[in-house]
């Protein structure tokens, strides 16, 4: 009793311990929920920069009205909470301090009813009833405020080498008795707003799927499964996990009557969905990359994997060793690519520099020296300058990967029209199963180069080997 005392007069002594709103305990915590809420708005802005919401403000709409109906029932209902779709293929989902929640539209493809939807955000609404990211940051001395809030919404910090990027592309959520409370929370949430509970285990399901899908294709590779995914109950324990039936069963004691699951009515909200890349990022098709609405495309080495961003988009080889980065910015016309080029690097020494023509397009590209030596190039195209920067990491040296970073550089172009539909994205369609029809017939006309059966599967809930009923409604990929 005295340890605890003296804990929480520590606790006054640095800001105080908190009566934690949605458990009841008290937690150590360095931040009021007035500093929650303004860090969470001016975060909020930041996020938004680097994720754009999604373009279809009807889906917006519905996302927000499901996300309210959850958080009118939580323990921290007089926040003003704000959903929003972010235009990712992603499979993620995150929240900010305050009630800024974010579901990428990768996810949302692969739900399957209105209370699938409903358990993504009322586990990000338990996350911020707990206060998980503030009790994070009060327990750490090793990140900064603002570096903290970036690294729990994007799992990038607030730094701009682009060497951290690949590193750091996704946070692996709070650590599992936050994510199985967050469960629990949401859960609750679920009940009181009239969906059945059982969607939390459902969602698991669904992502499980897919990361047994991941693991074997990258067996089949001859790869290690790549690590990540959204944080979560997702990404901590299984369906049948004994924690997470715990934590949900007290959920099931406040279920009032019919729960609602509405699959249906969800299904036709995401009818037209983007599945993939989006027109405004870009679209990846295998080893080549196509931009419909800046005329241009770039090949890359057989292997290499792309990360699409809005605001820039990396090329790397599997082991994440090389990569090379290409962001567009204003040209200075007033300024020779050369000149452009020695502008940007400021002080530092370019050698081994040599022109660059692409047909019509002038450009110009050099060594950036250093300790760890780089390749970058600018290419002039209308009233825009496409920037490359490629490296190496640990002790390799550029020259081991060089040539392969210039036959990138050269590969850029302007899209010929026979490559216009290539720019253009997928999109999920929803048709009705008709009696004996199977996965099978409805992936022969896949727009996906391979494992087009398996990911309609994935899709629908039916992996690996689930046939749909007749009439059922399904999502198809065109």
């Given at each position: 009793?005295?340890?605890?005392?003296?804990?929480?007069?520590?606790?006054?002594?640095?800001?105080?311990?908190?009566?934690?709103?949605?458990?009841?305990?008290?937690?150590?915590?360095?931040?009021?929920?007035?500093?929650?809420?303004?860090?969470?708005?001016?975060?909020?802005?930041?996020?938004?920069?680097?994720?754009?919401?999604?373009?279809?403000?009807?889906?917006?709409?519905?996302?927000?009205?499901?996300?309210?109906?959850?958080?009118?029932?939580?323990?921290?209902?007089?926040?003003?909470?704000?959903?929003?779709?972010?235009?990712?293929?992603?499979?993620?989902?995150?929240?900010?301090?305050?009630?800024?929640?974010?579901?990428?539209?990768?996810?949302?493809?692969?739900?399957?009813?209105?209370?699938?939807?409903?358990?993504?955000?009322?586990?990000?609404?338990?996350?911020?009833?707990?206060?998980?990211?503030?009790?994070?940051?009060?327990?750490?001395?090793a990140w900064g405020l603002l570096g903290q809030a970036a690294a729990i919404g994007t799992g990038v910090g607030a730094v701009g080498d682009l060497t951290s990027v690949m590193g750091n592309a996704f946070v692996r959520g709070y650590g599992r008795d936050m994510e199985l409370e967050?469960?629990?929370?949401?859960?609750?949430?679920?009940?009181?707003?009239?969906?059945?509970?059982?969607?939390?285990?459902?969602?698991?399901?669904?992502?499980?799927?897919?990361?047994?899908?991941?693991?074997?294709?990258?067996?089949?590779?001859?790869?290690?499964?790549?690590?990540?995914?959204?944080?979560?109950?997702?990404?901590?324990?299984?369906?049948?996990?004994?924690?997470?039936?715990?934590?949900?069963?007290?959920?099931?004691?406040?279920?009032?009557?019919?729960?609602?699951?509405?699959?249906?009515?969800?299904?036709?909200?995401?009818?037209?969905?983007?599945?993939?890349?989006?027109?405004?990022?870009?679209?990846?098709?295998?080893?080549?990359?196509?931009?419909?609405?800046?005329?241009?495309?770039?090949?890359?080495?057989?292997?290499?994997?792309?990360?699409?961003?809005?605001?820039?988009?990396?090329?790397?080889?599997?082991?994440?060793?090389?990569?090379?980065?290409?962001?567009?910015?204003?040209?200075?016309?007033?300024?020779?690519?050369?000149?452009?080029?020695?502008?940007?690097?400021?002080?530092?020494?370019?050698?081994?520099?040599?022109?660059?023509?692409?047909?019509?397009?002038?450009g110009y590209t050099a060594i950036l020296q250093g300790q760890a030596a780089r390749r970058v190039a600018v290419i002039y195209r209308g009233d825009g300058a496409y920037l490359f920067v490629a490296a190496v990491k640990g002790r390799a040296s550029l020259e081991s990967e060089d040539?392969?970073?210039?036959?990138?550089?050269?590969?850029?172009?302007?899209?010929?029209?026979?490559?216009?539909?290539?720019?253009?994205?997928?999109?999920?369609?929803?048709v009705r199963a008709k009696a004996g029809q199977g996965m099978a017939s409805l992936a022969r006309n896949s727009p996906l180069p391979s494992d087009g059966e398996a990911q309609l599967r994935l899709l629908n809930g039916l992996y690996p080997a689930g046939e749909p009923r007749a009439?059922?409604?399904?999502?198809?990929?065109?």
């Amino acid at each position: 009793m005295m340890r605890a005392l003296m804990l929480c007069l520590f606790c006054a002594w640095l800001t105080g311990c908190a009566v934690n709103p949605a458990t009841g305990r008290t937690d150590f915590v360095m931040m009021s929920e007035r500093q929650e809420l303004d860090l969470g708005a001016r975060y909020n802005q930041e996020i938004l920069k680097q994720n754009p919401p999604y373009a279809d403000a009807k889906l917006q709409a519905y996302i927000q009205r499901v996300g309210e109906r959850v958080a009118r029932n939580s323990h921290r209902n007089q926040l003003s909470y704000v959903f929003t779709l972010v235009d990712s293929p992603d499979v993620n989902a995150f929240a900010l301090p305050g009630g800024y929640i974010y579901i990428h539209r990768g996810l949302l493809a692969y739900l399957n009813s209105e209370a699938e939807l409903a358990a993504v955000l009322g586990h990000e609404i338990g996350h911020v009833t707990a206060r998980h990211s503030v009790r994070q940051q009060s327990q750490s001395t090793a990140w900064g405020l603002l570096g903290q809030a970036a690294a729990i919404g994007t799992g990038v910090g607030a730094v701009g080498d682009l060497t951290s990027v690949m590193g750091n592309a996704f946070v692996r959520g709070y650590g599992r008795d936050m994510e199985l409370e967050a469960d629990g929370l949401g859960a609750q949430y679920l009940a009181r707003s009239g969906y059945d509970p059982q969607a939390m285990i459902e969602v698991v399901k669904v992502l499980k799927s897919q990361e047994d899908f991941a693991r074997e294709q990258a067996a089949r590779r001859g790869e290690a499964p790549a690590q990540g995914g959204y944080h979560g109950l997702f990404d901590t324990h299984p369906d049948n996990d004994r924690r997470l039936q715990e934590v949900i069963g007290p959920a099931r004691a406040l279920v009032g009557g019919n729960q609602e699951v509405g699959r249906d009515a969800f299904l036709q909200q995401l009818d037209g969905l983007v599945f993939g890349d989006s027109a405004a990022s870009g679209i990846r098709r295998g080893r080549h990359f196509y931009h419909g609405e800046l005329d241009f495309t770039l090949t890359y080495p057989q292997g290499w994997q792309l990360v699409n961003r809005a605001d820039v988009l990396i090329g790397h080889t599997p082991d994440e060793q090389a990569f090379i980065a290409m962001t567009l910015e204003p040209a200075d016309k007033a300024l020779a690519p050369a000149e452009y080029l020695r502008k940007r690097v400021g002080n530092q020494r370019l050698v081994a520099g040599e022109e660059l023509r692409l047909g019509t397009l002038r450009g110009y590209t050099a060594i950036l020296q250093g300790q760890a030596a780089r390749r970058v190039a600018v290419i002039y195209r209308g009233d825009g300058a496409y920037l490359f920067v490629a490296a190496v990491k640990g002790r390799a040296s550029l020259e081991s990967e060089d040539e392969r970073f210039l036959e990138v550089i050269r590969s850029y172009r302007p899209l010929k029209a026979t490559e216009r539909k290539l720019a253009e994205p997928v999109r999920l369609h929803l048709v009705r199963a008709k009696a004996g029809q199977g996965m099978a017939s409805l992936a022969r006309n896949s727009p996906l180069p391979s494992d087009g059966e398996a990911q309609l599967r994935l899709l629908n809930g039916l992996y690996p080997a689930g046939e749909p009923r007749a009439g059922q409604w399904l999502k198809t990929l065109r």
